[in-house]
């Protein structure tokens, strides 16, 4: 069993940065894959970005593509996402989520651990 926190989320302007945190506990993330989701009001959760168990391979939906980055520090059992040049469409509820295989996912059914979201909130 893996259990995520997510911290980090808030209310920034346009353009701004924030940093998102995910705290694992349970299972080293060594051994996980894992990924950030959001999901908007109204709106299905999508795909954000995706880190490999090593955090040698990333990928990114083509939105945030170029502003967005995760990472991983295995020693701190805890993964990011920083994220720059902050839209409005940005807007959603965060979540990460963990799987222990190799490799890159990007379904939510891929994913067998999840953390409770945080907001962020993105004003024009």
């Known amino acids: 069993q893996v259990q995520l926190v997510e911290s980090g989320g808030g209310l920034v302007q346009a353009g701004g940065s924030l940093r998102l945190s995910c705290a694992a506990s349970?299972?080293?993330?060594?051994?996980?894959?894992m990924g950030w989701f959001r999901q908007a009001a109204g709106k299905e959760r999508e795909f954000v970005g995706a880190?490999?168990?090593?955090?040698?391979?990333?990928d990114y939906t083509d939105s945030v593509r170029g502003r967005f980055t995760i990472s991983k520090d295995n020693a701190k059992n805890t993964m990011y996402l920083q994220m720059n040049s902050l839209k409005p469409e940005d807007t959603a509820v965060y979540y990460c989520?963990?799987?222990?295989?190799?490799?890159?996912?990007?379904?939510?059914?891929?994913?067998?651990?999840w953390g409770q979201g945080t907001q962020v909130t993105v004003s024009s």
């Open positions: 989520a963990a799987v222990s295989r190799t490799g890159l996912w990007y379904r939510t059914n891929d994913y067998a651990y």
């Open positions: 349970g299972r080293t993330i060594g051994t996980c894959a």
């Open positions: 880190i490999s168990w090593t955090g040698g391979s990333t």
